[in-house]
């Protein structure tokens, strides 16, 4: 009786221990097959993160999906195009020639200048000015790799092929100061003058006062303060946070009217109805 009892006890046991052992062995994925499922999860969502964070191409003008050319332009040494418009008396009846560049969310139309200053005035004076559509804006091709320097240059190519003289005028409204600090520093021996019309600040350029630009900063809205915090700290993260809907991203971009003046307030009409006339051609 013992025996077989032992014997019994034994089986019952050893079906336990088969049964925990199929348990066991059932379930666990083979760990090459882990690592591989785990790099597959980070592949897809680097490539969300990637899809994220880069802007969609661009559409080319002229090509056969992108917008059609209605501006004058003129063709670069490397195949991009620039677009233009001219304003003011006859290129070659001018006195004085100025390259005006525009600034954010804006196109060769938006000449700040023309919206205060009558015909009459810019005939006597003798000026003339030629409105640009700065790389990636308007009807002007994008540059990849556009920089300070590589704008100058297609500036000064520019006014080159339009044939303004040994020196011209510069002048850089809002996001379009950037572009005359470029010239400043690049083709210094090409201007006549340069002019800054409400100029973007770089609130981290040593040459200001510390205590100017930290009061000047926080007195940004707290949305603009981390916009230009993630464009200066982390530049390739700029699409991503003035397109996300996690945070309030850029006022300008958003096209907020937060950051007015109760005068400006007063001139955004006329602007407005300055725009309209091309906005709907241009948007």
Same mark, same amino acid.
């Given at each position: 009786m013992a025996g077989g009892a032992t014997r019994k006890i034994s089986a019952a046991s050893a079906r336990a221990h088969t049964r925990k052992a199929k348990q066991k062995t059932s379930f666990p994925l083979p760990f090459g097959m882990m690592k591989n499922m785990i790099a597959l999860f980070g592949i897809v969502i680097l490539a969300l993160i990637y899809m994220a964070i880069?802007? $969609?191409?661009?559409?080319?003008?002229?090509?056969?999906?992108? $917008?059609l050319i209605t501006a004058p332009r003129v063709k670069l040494s490397d195949g991009r195009y620039l677009a233009y418009k001219e304003n003011g008396v006859p290129r070659d009846q001018a006195k004085h020639k100025f390259v005006f560049i525009h600034g954010f969310d804006c196109v060769r139309h938006d000449v700040a200048l023309l919206t205060t200053t009558s015909p009459e005035l810019m005939q006597s004076l003798g000026i003339y000015i030629v409105s640009i559509d700065r790389p990636g804006y308007g009807e002007s091709d994008p540059h990849p790799k556009r920089t300070p320097k590589t704008l100058a240059l297609d500036i000064e190519e520019l006014a080159d092929q339009l044939e303004l003289g040994s020196k011209f005028y510069v002048i850089g409204f809002s996001m379009g100061g950037q572009a005359v600090w470029g010239l400043l520093k690049y083709i210094p021996h090409r201007l006549a003058g340069a002019i800054l019309l409400t100029p973007v600040t770089n609130y981290w350029w040593d040459s200001f006062p510390a205590n100017l630009t930290k009061q000047a900063y926080y007195e940004q809205l707290v949305q603009d303060q981390w916009t230009l915090r993630i464009a200066h700290y982390f530049p390739w993260l700029t699409y991503w946070w003035n397109t996300q809907k996690l945070f309030p991203s850029s006022s300008v971009a958003t096209g907020s009217e937060d950051i007015l003046l109760e005068q400006d307030r007063v001139l955004m009409p006329i602007f407005d109805s300055y725009q309209s006339e091309y906005r709907a051609r241009t948007w």
């Open positions: 880069m802007p $969609p191409p661009p559409k080319i003008c002229g090509s056969s999906n992108g $917008p």
